[in-house]
C-alpha cells in the first residue's frame, strides 16, 4: 500500500469497535497497521500490487515534496543579502517544522502560527506532521532552511536529538498552545530591527568646571528645563 509518500504492508485492520476485520468496503472507518511512519492527513490511500511500482511512486513523491519545500523557504542568505533586507525593510522570515502527536492538534498549530504574519515578519511552515521527531525533520531544518522544530506533546528521536544538537538545530517542546504561541511572538520579535528612541529629561547650562583631585573634572550647571536626578 502506499499512502501519500508512505510505503508499508497491511498487518491487520481494526474496525471502529476494535475487531479484527479482513476486508473495509467503502465508508468503513478501519485502523490500519503495517505503515513505517504517519501518513499526513488528506493522503491518498492506494492499494498497489507491484511492489517496485509502488517504490517508485514513494521515490517521486518525497522528490515533489523536497521541491516544494525547497521552493517555499528559499531562506538561507548570506550576511551581505540579510543586511540589505533589513535596510530596505524587507519582510523576513521565521521558517518552522511542527511535529504533533495528532493530526488536528498539528493543523490547528500551523493555522494559529501562519495567521501571527505580518508586514515584517512573515510566519513560513514548511512541514507539519505527526509523531516523534526525526533525523529527516532535523536534516529539512538544517540542509533547507534554517528552521525551527517545534514539538508538541510528543519528543524526538534519540538520533534526531543528536543530530539537532550537531547541527545547532533548535527544537522547542511544549504540551500547552498558549506557551508555544507566545514563544513563537517573542522569536518574530527578535527578528525585527531595534527602534532606539532619546527621550530628553531636561537641559542644562555649564557654569563652571571644576577640577578635584582623584575625582575628575565636575560641573557646575543650572537647570534650565525639564529635570535632573542624580543618576541622569
Not at 172 to 200: H, N, Q, T
Request: charged residues 30%.
Amino acid at each position: 500500500m502506499v499512502c501519500g509518500s508512505i510505503l508499508g504492508k497491511v498487518r491487520a485492520m481494526y474496525d471502529d469497535r476494535g475487531k479484527q476485520v479482513k476486508e473495509a468496503e467503502p465508508s468503513t472507518p478501519v485502523e490500519v497497521l503495517g505503515m513505517d511512519t504517519l501518513p499526513e492527513i488528506g493522503d491518498q490511500f492506494q492499494v498497489v500490487t507491484d511492489i517496485t511500482k509502488a517504490r517508485q511512486i514513494v521515490e517521486y513523491r518525497e522528490i515533489k515534496i523536497r521541491d516544494q519545500v525547497m521552493a517555499k523557504s528559499k531562506a538561507r542568505i548570506g550576511l551581505d543579502a540579510l543586511n540589505a533586507q533589513m535596510r530596505e525593510g524587507e519582510t523576513k522570515d521565521l521558517n518552522l517544522i511542527i511535529k504533533a502527536d495528532v493530526g488536528g492538534s498539528a493543523e490547528v498549530l500551523a493555522d494559529t502560527l501562519e495567521k501571527l504574519s505580518t508586514e515584517k515578519v512573515r510566519i513560513n511552515v514548511l512541514r507539519r506532521g505527526v509523531g516523534a521527531i526525526t533525523e529527516a525533520d532535523v536534516l529539512l531544518a538544517a540542509t533547507a532552511s534554517d528552521a525551527l522544530i517545534v514539538g508538541f506533546n510528543i519528543r524526538p528521536e534519540r538520533k534526531a536529538a543528536e543530530m539537532a544538537e550537531k547541527e545547532k538545530i533548535e527544537i522547542r517542546l511544549y504540551s500547552v498552545i498558549y506557551e508555544l504561541v507566545d514563544d513563537v511572538r517573542k522569536a518574530m520579535i527578535g527578528l525585527l530591527d531595534p527602534v532606539f528612541k532619546e527621550v530628553p529629561q531636561g537641559r542644562v547650562e555649564v557654569r563652571e568646571v571644576f577640577r578635584i583631585t582623584k575625582v575628575g573634572v565636575v560641573a557646575g550647571c543650572y537647570v534650565q528645563e525639564g529635570h535632573i536626578t542624580r543618576n541622569s
